[in-house]
């Protein structure tokens, strides 16, 4: 089993940064993956960001492109995202989400089998 625990959310106003970490514990050597999702109120879950197990791929939504930046320590079983310029849009719970296993795909949800509970986010204009 695997548990993620995030961090860093918070209130914050337009065009603010904010960065979140997420802190993986139990069987750490098994994940692969890594991602951040994200759902506002009555939307659905959305990919935001992924990196690769050994941390040299990164993956992000078009949406957040040159404002968001994924980075993982594997020696310290960590993922952070550094988010800039902030947009109210972008207030939502975000999650961080962990895969122990293969798989060519990273902006899908069914993809990660483990999840955290999730940071509030929220991005006043």
């Known amino acids: 089993q695997v548990q993620l625990v995030e961090s860093g959310g918070g209130l914050v106003q337009t065009g603010d940064s904010l960065r979140l970490s997420c802190a993986a514990s139990g069987r750490t050597g098994s994940i692969s993956a890594m991602g951040w999702f994200r759902q506002a109120p009555g939307k659905e879950r959305e990919f935001v960001s992924a990196i690769s197990g050994n941390g040299i791929s990164t993956y992000y939504a078009d949406s957040v492109k040159g404002r968001f930046t994924i980075s993982r320590d594997n020696a310290k079983n960590t993922v952070s995202l550094q988010m800039n310029s902030l947009k109210p849009e972008e207030t939502a719970v975000y999650y961080c989400?962990?895969?122990?296993?293969?798989?060519?795909?990273?902006?899908?949800?069914?993809?990660?089998?483990?999840w955290g509970q999730g940071t509030q986010v929220t991005v006043s204009s």
């Open positions: 989400a962990a895969r122990t296993y293969y798989s060519v795909h990273y902006y899908y949800a069914p993809d990660y089998n483990y």
